[in-house]
């Protein structure tokens, strides 16, 4: 059982460059999400899906687009990469809502931007 | 609006205990807490429901004061393996699972 899988791990590009970052979930979750971790801010929300076909903007969405076709996919593009979107980015996925259960995460995905 | 953790850092020598606090200003579903580890993804502790008891995981607990929109996470006898970075993430009613993180607290534990 891999939980939630993030490629790549690592990545560098270059300014103006694009790339599509992909999260695999197998465990069936309605829920998933992007966030971006930067030293001493935490975890910001970039988007989030509440179930496949859908997708919608959380804190900090600008410069980044998503999609879910597939139920277990939600892939994150940058089309045209910027030295401020060098993050660690974290996928994540939760059963539902109403349910006690809390977000599985990914590994993470190293960007630089230079 | 992000959720304001205290303290930003804690150090501790093995078996002492700590208090991470963690204040929100909107009226809160449920909190999380998660625990990171230094080069590793959050992983999830526990999680407290508005209306819920407090919850235990091993010697770390948690509570959840409704009236305030506070949540304490209580870490007893410290441990080594306790060391990482604390988050605590908040569910408003309205926003669909997705959870707004605090800023963290570094907990290291000396031995």
């Known amino acids: 059982n891999a939980g939630v899988t993030q490629t790549p791990k690592f990545r560098v590009l270059k300014t103006g460059q694009s790339m599509t970052l992909l999260c695999a979930q197998d465990m069936n979750h309605e829920y998933m999400y992007w966030y971006r971790q930067d030293p001493g801010m935490g975890l910001r929300l970039i988007h989030y899906s509440v179930g496949e076909g859908t997708t919608a903007k959380g804190e900090v969405p600008d410069g980044y687009n998503v999609s879910r076709l597939k139920k277990q996919n939600f892939l994150l593009g940058l089309e045209s990469a910027a030295p401020s979107q060098t993050s660690v980015y974290f996928c994540?996925?939760?059963?539902?809502?109403?349910?006690?259960?809390?977000?599985?995460f990914g590994s993470g995905t190293r960007l630089t931007v230079v | 609006q992000q959720p304001v953790q205290s303290p930003q850092a804690v150090i501790l020598r093995e078996g002492e205990d700590a208090v991470i606090n963690c204040s929100s200003s909107k009226a809160l579903y449920s909190v999380h807490w998660y625990r990171q580890k230094h080069g590793e993804a959050p992983v999830f502790l526990m999680i407290l429901l508005k209306g819920g008891e407090q919850k235990g995981h091993e010697k770390i607990s948690a509570s959840f004061n409704e009236k305030k929109q506070q949540s304490s996470l209580y870490l007893t006898a410290s441990q080594l393996s306790y060391s990482g970075t604390y988050f605590c993430?908040?569910?408003?009613?309205?926003?669909?699972?997705?959870?707004?993180f605090g800023q963290g607290t570094i907990l290291t534990v000396h031995p």
């Open positions: 994540a996925s939760r059963a539902s809502r109403e349910l006690v259960y809390g977000y599985t």
């Open positions: 993430g908040t569910d408003a009613r309205t926003s669909y699972g997705k959870l707004t």
